[in-house]
């Protein structure tokens, strides 16, 4: 699995657009990009996937350079109830037992 | 929207006792799994399912077994609970055959065992 590297923290404002950058230096030519959220105490939530240029849900954007050694991942008009630890992952199902390898994540806090 | 159900969301056990996890996935997927999540050790994988009837040994399968005998449901079995197994208990599932390994997660299950 390509290593990522996402900031561990991050604070906002209520009602300001929060980007999240995740780097992977090493992806691969198979491997899709997949963003997680996940509220303490509760699994985590698939948000967004991407292999490359520009994917948007009605939860988030996207971001992926054509060298797709980074992506970014974009949260229009962050609320309260954003705050979440967000994963980042790299990678593709490669057989019966692919597991997901989460990092530490980047914490967002939201506040007023 | 995939929907993936665990019978409980916290629950206290105590030592010895054989502790049983339900997940339950409502999309027909083919495969699913068991983690568990501790702080500082990520998502560690138990035990995988590709099918009905079909497991696979993960990580840390080690006092853990599994039982799949029907395609929605996935049931984790703690043979007889110790205190290291205290963590959050994840269950996620996954279409067979998909290029970019998407899992869906249940909520989780806290289990403390005392």
């Known amino acids: 699995l390509a290593k990522t590297t996402q900031p561990i923290s991050m604070d906002s404002y209520e009602g300001q657009e929060v980007n999240i950058t995740c780097s992977h230096n090493n992806i691969a030519t198979n491997d899709y990009i997949t963003w997680y959220q996940q509220f303490p105490s509760q699994g985590p939530r698939f948000i967004i996937q991407g292999y490359k240029t520009k994917v948007t849900n009605e939860v988030a954007s996207l971001f992926i350079p054509a060298d797709r050694k980074s992506s970014t991942l974009s949260l229009p008009r962050v609320s309260l109830s954003d705050t979440a630890v967000y994963y980042c992952?790299?990678?593709?199902?490669?057989?019966?037992?692919?597991?997901?390898?989460f990092g530490t994540g980047t914490r967002l806090q939201v506040t007023l | 929207d995939v929907k993936v159900t665990q019978s409980s969301r916290y629950l206290v056990k105590r030592t010895g006792e054989k502790v049983f996890l339900e997940c339950v996935q409502d999309m027909d997927h083919e495969n699913m799994f068991w983690y568990r999540q501790d702080p500082g050790l990520g998502l560690r994988l138990i035990y995988f399912s590709y099918d009905v009837k079909m497991k696979e040994k993960g990580d840390i399968p080690e006092g853990y077994s599994v039982s799949r005998e029907k395609k929605e449901r996935f049931s984790l079995i703690l043979e007889s609970a110790s205190t290291n197994q205290t963590s959050m208990y994840l269950c996620a599932s996954r279409q067979q055959g998909t290029i970019a390994n998407t899992q869906y997660f249940g909520p989780g299950t806290r289990l403390t065992v005392l």
């Open positions: 992952l790299v990678g593709r199902n490669t057989g019966t037992a692919s597991k997901l390898t």
